[in-house]
């Protein structure tokens, strides 16, 4: 689970995540997001490791009632951020069948699934 650590701020494993300005920053440096996957992440972070459907996350980001157009635009989106994220093995971006897509920030000590 995400933590906030100041408003619209985030950590995020062992990144920090700017939203304000669409950044991921950790150790080896600064990721610049785009507008999109910002809002995809900020929703993500907000949601505090439960799952979102991928059709409350269309109508939430795209604010559309047929979410099928956004569908590949959505799954582009989260797979540039697992690869942002791929470096920190705390932290996962999770999609399950039926119960949707949440973001996952591991305790110390606790394995991926």
């Not at 700017?18 to 950790?26: C, G, I, V, W």
């Not at 799954?75 to 942002?84: E, G, H, M, P, T």
């Not at 999770?94 to 920030?105: A, P, S, T, V, Y």
Request: glycine fraction near 4%.
């Amino acid at each position: 689970m995400s933590s906030t650590i100041a408003d619209n701020q985030f950590r995020i494993g062992r990144f920090k995540f700017y939203p304000d300005e669409q950044s991921l920053r950790f150790d080896k440096g600064d990721i610049h997001l785009n507008h999109l996957d910002t809002v995809v992440l900020a929703l993500l972070c907000r949601n505090n490791g439960n799952f979102l459907t991928r059709e409350e996350i269309i109508k939430i980001v795209w604010q559309v009632n047929e979410p099928a157009l956004k569908e590949a635009a959505l799954y582009n989106s989260i797979s540039r951020l697992k690869k942002y994220l791929y470096n920190d093995d705390q932290v996962k971006i999770e999609n399950k069948i039926r119960l949707g897509i949440r973001l996952r920030d591991y305790e110390e000590g606790e394995r991926h699934e």
